[in-house]
């Protein structure tokens, strides 16, 4: 019996799948994909998130359909111990490989550059001198970690220092993130927010909340016992209701707020008395 | 019975055995949690009450393997007892006595130097009401961040006579703390302190502040 071309029956059953599937993934599992559009940083995450996704939905299918189309064809004869034929290389199919996968890997590069300097950082840690900044007002917010919670501060409202995190909606937010003991890292869930906290280090993240609701933060570095317990809730919340809630934390706080060093990036702690 | 299968066989026992052994250990640690102590109940006020300790040492009778460790301890049945796992009753009312034997070290985040979280936003100190200390007097606090509770505790006096050594500590020199918290739903809420209290660890944050037991806990709410 004739032996059939399998690569052609390969890329065609391939190719089908392909252009079946991908567009199905695409549409139906990548809006779903976390961390949602709380903001537009997160909304940024999904949309960067769903391109991954469409990129290696056919090369997914492409491995599994060679499997199954391997068990099915290939299979070994009952009773038979044959030798299959000997491959000595091909040409053809190593320059596709060596082509297609530098030229998945390059476009991937370059939309991931793009994507962080079109973004401003993507709500990642940019570092205290960062290379994209969103131009218009900003809302600086100082995020103090320590062993085990996060406090907040905020400079243009007397230097207040709070407990929980209250952003508005639809202001562009200047995230200083800084630890006063340990690495510890800062994630905003649902806001698409991940820096690290490091001591001495002001670590800048841009992010402009959209939607209003609550957000999950936490710890996402190990850094001691609690490190587990280490999260709370903040809430993006209309700018009336943030300059009612800011006003109402700078009156709450006022006795503290006087005791408090004066707003810098980075804080030096002292004192060390117990420690070595 | 072949040499092979007697190998084979005293081979498997031994790495069975050894897995047990390993087993037993891992469980043994991850399990030693400290005996939870019940609030008292209070007949005259709502609610119910615990009366805490906190010392600069906590002495070889509390804690033979680390007796140069800071530590909280609670009163239970009128002797003082090496446990930070408390149990309070549901959405009642929680009244709280510390005393407390050990000096000042300061808080890394001077924030944490005002109360909050508890009935009023105040504690007394030393009979005083007040809604918070200076930051520099802090020597522990004890906070339940799940529940939004902080109060910081302030130190005894460098040049106080009489420091307490090793617990327990009756008549030596102290400061007494009270304050009450409400509780909510049922559930178990972390505790601990904030300031870097333990000594000789680095920035002190090691040791009793990284071991349940001793700077930090549960309270179960039930």
């Known amino acids: 019996m004739r032996e059939p071309n399998h690569a052609r029956r390969l890329m065609l059953i391939w190719l089908i799948a392909t252009v079946i599937v991908t567009p ?34 056919p090369v997914l299918l492409l491995v599994l359909i060679y499997l199954a189309y391997a068990v099915i064809f290939f299979r070994q004869p009952q009773g038979a111990a044959l030798e299959g034929p000997a491959l000595r290389g091909d040409t053809r199919i190593q320059t596709v490989w060596i082509v297609v996968t530098s030229l998945m890997v390059l476009v991937l590069a370059v939309y991931g550059t793009v994507r962080l300097l079109a973004d401003n950082g993507a709500g990642s840690g940019s570092g205290p001198n960062p290379v994209a900044k969103p131009s218009g007002p900003k809302l600086p917010v ?9 406090t907040y501060r905020y400079p243009t409202y007397g230097g207040v220092e709070t407990p929980h995190l209250e ?35 002001d670590n800048v993240v841009f992010v402009k909340p959209t939607h209003l609701g609550r957000f999950e933060v936490r710890c996402a570095e190990l850094c001691g016992i609690w490190h587990g317990q280490m999260f709370d809730y903040g809430h993006v919340v209309t700018p009336a209701s943030f300059q009612q809630w800011i006003h109402q934390q700078q009156v709450t706080f006022a006795p503290v707020t006087r005791k408090l060093p004066p707003y810098k990036t980075t804080y030096l702690p002292e004192p060390t008395r117990r420690g070595e | 019975m072949s040499l092979l299968v007697r190998k084979l066989l005293a081979v498997g026992g031994t790495v069975i055995v050894l897995g047990v052994l390993i087993a037993l250990y891992v469980n043994s640690w991850a399990t030693s949690f400290p005996t939870s102590v019940n609030a008292t109940k209070t007949p005259r006020q709502a609610g119910a009450s615990l009366t805490l300790e906190t010392v600069a040492a906590i002495g070889p009778k509390y804690s033979p393997a680390h007796p140069d460790w800071v530590s909280y301890l609670v009163r239970r049945d009128g002797k003082w007892f090496r446990s930070t796992i408390f149990t309070v009753p549901a959405h009642s009312v929680v009244h709280v006595t510390i005393y407390q034997y050990d000096g000042d070290s300061g808080l890394r985040n001077p924030f944490l130097s005002q109360v909050q979280g508890t009935v009023g936003g105040t504690e007394t100190v030393d009979g005083k009401t007040v809604r918070g200390i200076d930051p520099e007097e802090a020597s522990h606090t004890f906070a339940v961040p799940e529940l939004g509770i902080l109060v910081p505790l302030p130190g005894v006096p460098e040049e106080a006579k009489n420091q307490c050594e090793f617990a327990p500590c009756e008549g030596a020199a102290h400061r007494t703390i009270t304050f009450s918290f409400r509780t909510g739903a049922k ?36």
């Open chain 2, 187 to 222: 559930g178990r809420y972390h505790w601990q302190c904030f300031v870097p209290c333990a000594a000789g660890w680095l920035n002190g944050f090691g040791g009793p502040m990284q071991t349940l037991g001793y700077m930090d806990g549960f309270i179960d709410v039930t």
């Open chain 1, 167 to 201: 952003l508005p909606r639809n202001q562009m937010v200047e995230l200083h993130v800084t630890s006063l003991d340990v690495v510890h890292s800062f994630w905003a869930i649902q806001l698409g927010v991940k820096a690290d906290a490091n001591p001495q280090v």
């Open chain 1, 142 to 150: 100082q995020v103090i970690a320590q062993q085990w919670a996060f």
């Open chain 1, 24 to 57: 199905l993934v695409v549409i139906l599992v990548g809006p779903n994909i976390p961390p949602g559009n709380a903001s537009e940083q997160a909304s940024g995450h999904v949309t960067d998130n769903t391109v991954l996704l469409g990129m290696a939905t």
